[in-house]
């Protein structure tokens, strides 16, 4: 979250990658790299990941309100 917050998305999304490489059921991983993608104007990858963020959890507000 420390690059995503510094502006740094391009980074932080590499790091989410490889939390998701780890555990690909990481729901946050999922949820803050769509977030980063979209903030690159990466409208269709974040989408992906928002949906794949739902899958794993169909009650997290977080995605519902996204």
Known sequence: MIKYDMGLF???IKDYDR???LD???FEAYCNRANAE???KMYK???KDYKK???LDTTN???IKT
């Open 10 to 12: 391009e980074d932080a």
């Open 19 to 21: 939390a998701i490489e």
């Open 24 to 26: 690909n059921n990481y």
């Open 38 to 40: 979209y903030s690159l």
């Open 45 to 47: 990858e974040a989408l």
């Open 53 to 55: 963020a739902l899958e």
């Open 61 to 63: 507000n977080i995605v």
